[in-house]
């Protein structure tokens, strides 16, 4: 056994070198400068382009990526490999590759008038290379909904505390959002204030929680049931309960709604607000390792009751190469990052020296939310399960064993982490809508028939991505698409990084391109072979080659193993399309008198 606070230790060694040291260096690199008007300024129009105080943005931006992948992948990785692994994944490739990644799409973004990463490769490589990776983009970003939405249902039923505590403090994000930019009053004492009564909302969850129908058998018997023990008849009820299958569709209504007002009525003060609650919860289990171990005080002893490492093939015969890095995706690199830097947050940078701490810290700001999934994990040590089923009880339970250093109850401390899974899962579903509003309008351009005219409209795209959705959820499919989806999101990584590249070569002819180049072929070439396993072993090998299979499988089942193969091969060909795109662009460039300058802002 090993203190777990070893974990912390090395994590915050290797952040705080990342931080202080490689991104002043990409700061200078790609030569930020406050004198450059940035696209929230030279656009700004009250709706999309809404400059923001950096700390609100940054609240914004944490809250936007940080969804349930950091807490799902960590706790899949640690009880499948050992903790060994995930912490070194975590802790070497978040400063050289993901935090590298967020930044870099920040500031090509931020040249580029605030358009996406699809956008400003297709200035370099032409339009089928922007229509491809765009549509990629838009089509990963309906299953992110999805799955997203049914995960926020499943922890208001395993824990409707949350639930209760999630309606306050969006009602409060409304009202914050009126006294800060309807009545202009004082930024301070509205965040002390609005902070406050956002707490006072969790212990208000705690003490009333709520449910739709009846939840889940460890919910506190005073919760309010509006429905009662019926149910049965909705979607998913069977799978996922009666409550969870309810709580799905108003999560996506109210996904749809949240991304269609304008960024100041909810999106930038919810944000900012849950920003409090998230800092406090992945601070306060970090905080809390350390007093735990250095001064007592925990349930238990704070040590890992994992082994650090299970080999190579695991405890599911899985190989550690290259499916760990599929597995552990947002904790370390995503590509969902990419598509919120170049999607919401250039749109509100206030001036460009900002975007070193959104960018490039609050990734390492997710990192440490993997950090403390891995912790809660190395502590439970429960038995190899399905990823998001295993990852709810055990972050929470894990959280509550944590807080109780501070002589916080578990009773209390496990509804609270619950609450900050839910936080973070609620701002990146809405924000995951708007920017597929994003990449839809930048694929149709100016609409100019009927069709593209709904398809960018900010209401019926919203239900364009939600509606499929929730036939995503309520087919099931989703479960077997989870490391496809898990790939997906690792290659639009690989694709943004590709996007960087390409920019930095076009501006300059004398720039290295190493910081972004080799973190994109690495992450090209892990991510095709674990799609390759995934698709070969996984599913023709282990499916359609095993007689015992084939005679038991029905028809449902069968299809599903071939959409994943055909997604599987069709995302393959696309990383190496555009790859080789990107690879001729810089070629060209490299081989001409001169790089050409990067578009200008004017």
Sequence with gaps: MVQVIWLVVAVLAMFTVGYF???????????????????????????????????????????????????????????????????????????????????????????????????????????????????????????????????????????????????????????????????????LPGTVGFVAAMFIGVYAGIQFPFALFEPAARAPASTFV????????????????????????????????ASALPVWVLLQPRDYLSSFLLYTGVGGALLAVIVGTLFGGSSQPLVTNLEPFYGFMGRTGTPLFPLLFITIACGTISGFHSLVSSGTTSKQLNKESDARAIGYGGMLGEGLLATVALVTVAIVAPDVGDGIGLA????????????????????????????????????????????????????????????ESVATNRWSNAAIQTLPAYVLITSGSWLTLWQLFGGANQLLAALALLT??????????????????????LMVTITSLGLLWLAVHDNIYAKFMNDKWMASADPVAMVSAVVQIVLA???????????KMGYENIQDVRESSGGRPTPSDD
């Design 21 to 187: 040291g490689y991104s002043r260096y990409l700061a200078q690199f790609v030569e930020l400068d406050d004198s450059r008007e940035t696209p929230a300024h030279k656009y700004e129009d009250g709706q999309e382009y809404v400059p923001a105080k950096k700390p609100v943005l940054l609240g914004h931006h944490y809250s936007s990526i940080a969804g349930g992948a950091p807490i799902v992948g960590p706790i899949t990785a640690g009880v499948v490999w050992g903790w060994l692994p995930a912490l070194a994944w975590i802790a070497i490739g978040n400063p050289l590759l993901g935090s590298v990644h967020d930044f870099v799409s920040l500031s090509s973004s931020l040249r580029h008038e605030g358009k996406s990463v699809g956008s400003i490769i297709g200035e370099y490589v032409g339009e089928r290379g922007k229509n491809m990776l765009l549509w990629f983009a838009f089509l990963t970003i309906i299953l992110v909904v999805g799955v997203f939405a049914l995960v926020v249902a499943i922890v208001f039923n395993a824990y409707p505390e949350a639930a209760t505590a999630s309606l306050v403090y969006i009602a409060l994000a409304v009202l914050f959002g009126m006294y800060l930019y309807q009545l202009n009053l004082p930024f």
């Design 226 to 257: 509006l429905f009662g023990s019926g149910g049965s008849w909705l979607p998913v009820a069977e799978a996922f309960s009666a409550n969870a299958a309810a709580w799905v569709p108003i999560i996506l209504i109210y996904g749809a709604l």
């Design 392 to 451: 709810l009880p055990t972050f929470a339970q894990g959280g509550g064993i944590l807080l109780t250093s501070f002589g916080i109850p578990a009773s209390f401390g496990g509804p609270f982490m619950a609450l900050v899974l839910v936080s973070f899962l609620l701002t990146s579903t809405d924000t995951a809508v708007r920017l597929g509003r994003y990449m839809m309008e930048e694929i149709v351009g100016t609409p100019e028939t009927q069709l």
């Design 500 to 521: 960087a590249t390409v920019w930095l070569a076009n501006w300059d002819d004398s720039k290295q391109l190493l910081s972004t180049g080799a973190p994109m072929a």
């Design 569 to 579: 091969f069709i995302l393959i060909y696309l990383a190496l399309s555009l790859a």
